[in-house]
């Protein structure tokens, strides 16, 4: 049974910084893109980060500089570091394994874990 797991959430105040693992179990994440999502109270899922099968990352633009996203293959597990977070980061985080880098198709998806930032 495959299972991704995120965990690393809380509360954390403005300019803090947070790092979230996605632990994946009945796969091999080094064969999967990897992929962070966020969403928060009332709104649409919003993509946060990729990276690819060889390290490749791509971010949006909400989030370019402050977060980091990477991966430990040997762990089976994909980190998201979050840096100089704001109020407006809070939400919902999903991490999903992807066979395509550039997709709208997501094999799996993790639980969510929260992040809410204080001002």
């Known amino acids: 049974q495959v299972q991704l797991v995120e965990s690393g959430g809380g509360l954390v105040q403005a300019g803090g910084s947070l790092r979230l693992s996605c632990a994946a179990s009945?796969?091999?994440?080094?064969?999967?893109?990897m992929h962070w999502f966020r969403q928060a109270p009332g709104k649409e899922r919003e993509f946060v980060a990729r990276?690819?099968?060889?390290?490749?990352?791509s971010y949006a633009e909400s989030v370019k500089g402050r977060f980091t996203i990477s991966r430990d293959n040997a762990k089976n597990t994909v980190y998201l570091q979050m840096n100089s977070l704001k109020p407006e980061d809070t939400a919902v985080y999903y991490c999903?394994?992807?066979?395509?880098?550039?997709?709208?198709?997501?094999?799996?998806w993790g639980q969510g874990t929260q992040v809410t930032v204080s001002s």
């Open positions: 999903a394994a992807a066979l395509t880098y550039y997709t709208n198709t997501y094999d799996y």
């Open positions: 009945g796969l091999t994440s080094s064969t999967y893109t």
């Open positions: 990276i690819s099968r060889g390290g490749v990352t």
